[in-house]
């Protein structure tokens, strides 16, 4: 699935540098879980790789990022899997705006937005399938054309497009 392949190309943007809102609690939740693997990128380190880029988009963007979080459940069990499913559906209640949401052949994308005064403060991405959950989190200060841009120059990329 295309979108999918967006979507972690932007995770991956972001991991391109060097090395209590609910989406917090979502990784409280599940971090713990046997099988789950949990990376955190903080603010230091995202600071410290921001000496390092330049002006490209995604350069841009990475330079707005303060942390990432990734939570990988492939490896948990499917009941795990289906309560992660449960509490991503009802992150659109508690202070989230849906930004995209696709459902194709029982994979699920779900990518949600925490903004405050027109700022995207938040970016939670919620990947989830039979056999595999990811869970995505960035923080900074973002704006939606930020992540049009993004999103339109690795899809234009990956289409033969500039």
Known sequence: MHIKTYILTLLLLCLGMPALAQGDALFDEF???RNAEYVKI????TAMGKLFMGNE???KFAKKVRTVRVLDMEKCSAGVKRRFDRRVAALAHKGYETMVRVN??????HIYAR???KVIR???IACSEEKDCTLVQIKGRFNRDDIARVVNEQTGHKHGHH
């Open 115 to 117: 903004i405050k005064n």
């Open 122 to 124: 938040e970016l939670l």
């Open 57 to 59: 988009p995604e350069d």
């Open 42 to 45: 903080p603010a230091i380190v």
């Open 31 to 33: 971090k713990r879980e």
């Open 104 to 109: 194709d052949d029982g994979e699920k994308v």
